[in-house]
């Protein structure tokens, strides 16, 4: 027999990830233009210049130095470009030592939480959120708890937060540019967080981590400043991704943090590497890792980003839709038209509009919409957007 809880996985696959097959299909069937796609976090801006350039120069390494393993944890050239990123942009300490290189955001959020968790262990989550968050927490044996943010303004809700840390708790997963709101945590609101998990850790004599999940860091918009979670609470273990910022998504590589702030720092990095021995995520992609070496710091391209937001937000403003304007990442979190979210999903998908039902994220009434496309697919999506509105009034 194979193992039930996989097969349950593997039969009831994302939500997100089935619209998009769908769409596919549908393209192929009536048109890729007739079909207006907003289901995919898949960046549609092309990875900067100074990406094809590493790519090229890399092609002239010997091939067992460019396609050959890496020592587990990552280069230690591409390990100490990223701690000197993070030491010239945030003021830490970072050294080689903290970093693990990974497959992406998802490799590093799974090794984390199985780096500190115990059979038995909780981990928050602040719905809306990403809903592997639960795959991986349950899948490590955990239970996921969910805290719902603060609806009039999408930022943590403390006294939610506070009432909901138990004995069991072991972690809080932050993600911030946040996914699918787009709301973007003010340094107040996570110094605020700060203090009751000091407060909580001290009460309980444990120690609670921040998982803070930030592949959107470098996607905000007018001027916002995102807060880095490490200068303001220890006990942060950081996982980063360029799959937004450089438009690599399928390349799978990112890499965790382990502060050197952090009390006993080393033990924890040291579970993070036996996690990833565990769970098979050793040896990130090595080209991969030659071109964030040589592109660590290479500028992320928001201006189209910021137009498509801009252009669906007065697109759907002047037909009457409520949505939360993001303040980064590329999503927007639109009021349904009707209590039953998936119904109104249902109802869109009849116009040939793919969103995304809240029902994903963990709470009821919105949509998601992921406006990372052309600018000609939010700009010939609008009649169908009116149609759709149409029907409800």
Excluded at 21 to 47: H, M, Q, W
Excluded at 343 to 351: E, I, M, N, P, V
């Amino acid at each position: 027999m194979v193992n039930e809880k996989m097969y349950e996985l593997g039969s009831e696959p994302s939500a997100i990830r089935e619209l998009f097959a769908y769409g596919l299909t549908r393209k192929a069937e009536i048109g890729e233009d007739k079909v207006f796609d907003f289901s995919l976090g898949n960046p549609s801006i092309p990875a900067p210049a100074a990406v094809k350039e590493a790519i090229i120069e890399l092609l002239d390494e010997p091939p067992v130095a460019l396609h050959g393993y890496t020592p587990a944890q990552g280069t230690p050239g591409v390990r100490t470009a990223i701690a000197d990123s993070i030491n010239r942009r945030f003021g830490m300490n970072a050294a080689a030592a903290n970093i693990y290189m990974t497959a992406g955001a998802a490799a590093s959020l799974d090794i984390s939480i199985n780096a500190v968790a115990n059979e038995g262990d909780e981990f928050i989550v602040i719905a809306p959120y990403f809903p592997e968050y639960r795959i991986w927490i349950e899948a490590a044996g955990c239970t996921c708890i969910e805290v719902m943010a603060r609806e009039i303004d999408f930022q943590l809700d403390l006294a939610a937060i506070e009432a909901a840390v138990t004995p069991k708790t072991k972690g809080i997963i932050i993600n911030s540019p946040n996914n699918p709101v787009g709301s973007v945590y003010s340094e107040e609101n996570l110094r605020g967080l700060a203090d009751v998990l000091c407060s909580k850790q001290e009460e309980l004599g444990s120690v609670i981590y921040v998982i803070c999940d930030e592949p959107y860091r470098e996607i905000v918009y007018e001027g916002v400043e995102v807060p880095y979670i490490p200068a303001i609470y220890d006990n942060t273990i950081v996982c980063y991704s360029y799959s937004k910022s450089l438009s690599l998504p399928g390349e799978r590589i990112g890499y965790l943090y382990v502060p050197e702030r952090m009390p006993d720092w080393q033990r924890v990095y040291a579970a993070i590497c036996g996690a990833g021995r565990a769970l098979g995520f050793v040896c990130a992609p090595s080209l991969f890792q030659g071109v964030i070496e040589k592109c660590v710091d290479a500028p992320t391209d928001v201006a189209a980003y910021a137009e498509n937001r801009a252009l669906l937000c007065r697109g759907l403003s002047e037909l009457g839709y409520e949505y939360v304007e993001p303040r980064g990442a590329f999503y927007l979190w639109v009021k349904a038209l009707e209590p039953d979210e998936q119904a109104f999903a249902d109802r869109a998908k009849a116009h040939e509009l793919l969103l995304v039902p809240s029902t994903s994220f963990g709470c009821s009434g919105y949509v998601r919409i992921g406006y990372c496309v052309d600018k000609a697919t939010i700009e010939q999506s609008m009649p169908a957007f009116a149609a759709l509105m149409a029907e409800y009034r």
